[in-house]
């Protein structure tokens, strides 16, 4: 669910006209409401009441960091889950506690490595041998001790898209189950580490409980080995990758609560404390990016709606073939079917082919639904656009909360090598 409603004709954030914030900030913004994200991030932690110990629930920077949504996310009680040096330090100037979050990630470096361990992060998702060698070397080097995780990976088909399957064993994330032993026993005998855990996680936008539920078994199977084993397993990090609904004419992903009902089910008995890194759950839903139709041209058999944001402001449709509801702000009625398209100079530049929509027309507004997670964070300057700017939104109150870059900030950012500064004459 969300905020996002129509109000006497016309889409509001919370209690704020779309049109007024297209209007003072132009087109195109993201726009976030902050009671949708406190709504999740409630109903996330509500359908894990029913577990014996209080779960850390670490959302995960990627899918969104700006500033404000990490601040309203740590006022919402929930920790960080971060995959570089830069999400750590965001996290931090959120106000996340240190202790509540964890580090995830195959190519962390020993600079990242050193900055989680001074500043004491939960818990380190270590995803290979040789990388926690190297963190071992550097937490001994700097007199202290890190805390590890290791991320497993179940060869589990998550059943999403290829790019965003992370659990199969071909894939380049964690440990292989069949050499977990093998990377625990290694880890013991190295200095400055502290075994404490194990990680999964299989893959993002999951519609089907199934594969979560075979991943999870294999990792409670894995803890009890690893325990026999004289590990000192306490902490299960089970992830994030539960997906949400992008098409309403498709089923409906499965809920948060069905989703900790199961997670109660097969992780009783465990008695390690759980970690979740949801992401996409807790922020896709919250965000919209708001564009302008910049023309309508003919096509051969559909017109093309060419608005004014481009695959560099949301990659997703063109880099997965994403399915983003695009709604007018303010519907007329009509309905046809169009192709919405970027300005910038690829084919693959399309929102939607053929698809049936409300009637736009030059000038009108378009929101792009359910694009607060990996929107943004995701946009580039491709064909030399400024990053687009993000506003959030709070009951009837609404802040800028990162600015169009201007032109010339974008363009002043290059420097010339000496050789080509046009010489002074005399
Ligand atoms: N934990 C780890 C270790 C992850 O790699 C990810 C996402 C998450 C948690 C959060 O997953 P979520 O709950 O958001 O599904 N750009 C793609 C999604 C990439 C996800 C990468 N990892 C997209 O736009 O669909």
């Given at each position: 669910?969300?905020?996002?409603?129509?109000?006497?004709?016309?889409?509001?954030?919370?209690?704020?006209?779309?049109?007024?914030?297209?209007?003072?900030?132009?087109?195109?913004?993201?726009?976030?409401?902050?009671?949708?994200?406190?709504?999740?991030?409630?109903?996330?932690?509500?359908?894990?009441?029913?577990?014996?110990?209080?779960?850390?629930?670490?959302?995960?920077?990627?899918?969104?960091?700006?500033?404000?949504?990490?601040?309203?996310?740590?006022?919402?009680?929930?920790?960080?889950?971060?995959?570089?040096?830069?999400?750590?330090?965001?996290?931090?100037?959120?106000?996340?506690?240190?202790?509540?979050?964890?580090?995830?990630?195959?190519?962390?470096?020993?600079?990242?490595?050193?900055?989680?361990?001074?500043?004491?992060?939960?818990?380190?998702?270590?995803?290979?041998?040789?990388?926690?060698?190297?963190?071992?070397?550097?937490?001994?080097?700097?007199?202290?001790?890190?805390?590890?995780?290791?991320?497993?990976?179940?060869?589990?088909?998550?059943?999403?898209?290829?790019?965003i399957s992370t659990g199969k064993s071909e894939n380049k994330f964690g440990v292989a189950y069949d050499r977990a032993h093998a990377a625990y026993a290694l880890a013991r005998g190295l200095p400055g580490l502290s075994i404490r855990g194990v990680a999964v996680h299989i893959g993002s936008q999951l519609t089907d409980l199934k594969p979560l539920e075979a991943a999870f078994g294999k990792i409670g199977t894995l803890i009890e080995s690893l325990r026999r084993a004289g590990h000192p397993i306490r902490v299960a990090d089970l992830g994030g990758g539960l997906g949400v609904p992008y098409d309403p004419a498709q089923p409906v992903?499965?809920?948060?609560?069905?989703?900790?009902?199961?997670?109660?089910?097969?992780?009783?008995?465990?008695?390690?404390?759980?970690?979740?890194?949801?992401?996409?759950?807790?922020?896709?839903?919250?965000?919209?990016?708001?564009?302008?139709?910049?023309?309508?041209?003919?096509?051969?058999?559909?017109?093309?709606?060419?608005?004014?944001?481009?695959?560099?402001?949301?990659?997703?449709?063109?880099?997965?073939?994403?399915?983003?509801?695009?709604?007018?702000?303010?519907?007329?009625?009509?309905?046809?079917?169009?192709?919405?398209?970027?300005?910038?100079?690829?084919?693959?530049?399309?929102?939607?082919?053929?698809?049936?929509?409300?009637?736009?027309?030059?000038?009108?507004?378009?929101?792009?639904?359910?694009?607060?997670?990996?929107?943004?964070?995701?946009?580039?300057?491709?064909?030399?656009?400024?990053?687009?700017?993000?506003?959030?939104?709070?009951?009837?109150?609404?802040?800028?909360?990162?600015?169009?870059?201007?032109?010339?900030?974008?363009?002043?950012?290059?420097?010339?090598?000496?050789?080509?500064?046009?010489?002074?004459?005399?």
């Amino acid at each position: 669910m969300d905020h996002f409603d129509l109000r006497d004709g016309v889409m509001h954030a919370e209690d704020v006209a779309l049109p007024a914030i297209a209007e003072a900030v132009g087109t195109p913004v993201y726009v976030y409401a902050t009671a949708t994200m406190e709504r999740h991030a409630r109903v996330f932690r509500e359908a894990l009441a029913a577990l014996p110990q209080p779960p850390l629930v670490a959302y995960a920077v990627k899918a969104n960091p700006n500033a404000a949504v990490l601040a309203t996310l740590a006022r919402a009680g929930l920790g960080a889950d971060v995959v570089s040096g830069g999400e750590l330090l965001r996290a931090l100037n959120a106000g996340i506690a240190p202790d509540r979050i964890v580090f995830s990630g195959v190519g962390k470096t020993a600079e990242e490595m050193a900055l989680a361990l001074r500043h004491g992060i939960f818990q380190f998702n270590v995803e290979s041998e040789p990388e926690v060698e190297m963190l071992s070397a550097v937490a001994h080097g700097m007199g202290t001790t890190a805390p590890i995780a290791f991320r497993i990976n179940p060869d589990v088909d998550a059943g999403t898209h290829a790019k965003i399957s992370t659990g199969k064993s071909e894939n380049k994330f964690g440990v292989a189950y069949d050499r977990a032993h093998a990377a625990y026993a290694l880890a013991r005998g190295l200095p400055g580490l502290s075994i404490r855990g194990v990680a999964v996680h299989i893959g993002s936008q999951l519609t089907d409980l199934k594969p979560l539920e075979a991943a999870f078994g294999k990792i409670g199977t894995l803890i009890e080995s690893l325990r026999r084993a004289g590990h000192p397993i306490r902490v299960a990090d089970l992830g994030g990758g539960l997906g949400v609904p992008y098409d309403p004419a498709q089923p409906v992903p499965p809920s948060p609560a069905a989703y900790g009902e199961m997670v109660a089910r097969i992780t009783a008995g465990w008695d390690a404390r759980l970690v979740f890194e949801p992401g996409r759950l807790i922020v896709a839903n919250a965000g919209v990016l708001l564009t302008r139709v910049i023309r309508v041209k003919q096509g051969v058999a559909e017109p093309f709606v060419i608005v004014d944001a481009a695959m560099n402001d949301l990659m997703r449709p063109s880099l997965y073939d994403a399915w983003h509801d695009i709604r007018a702000v303010a519907p007329d009625g009509r309905r046809f079917t169009a192709n919405v398209v970027g300005p910038v100079c690829e084919s693959g530049d399309t929102f939607a082919m053929h698809r049936p929509m409300e009637h736009v027309a030059a000038g009108d507004l378009i929101a792009f639904m359910t694009a607060g997670a990996y929107g943004a964070t995701m946009a580039g300057t491709y064909n030399s656009r400024p990053l687009t700017p993000e506003v959030i939104v709070s009951g009837n109150k609404w802040s800028i909360v990162r600015a169009r870059q201007p032109l010339e900030a974008l363009i002043a950012a290059d420097n010339l090598p000496p050789w080509l500064v046009a010489e002074e004459t005399a």
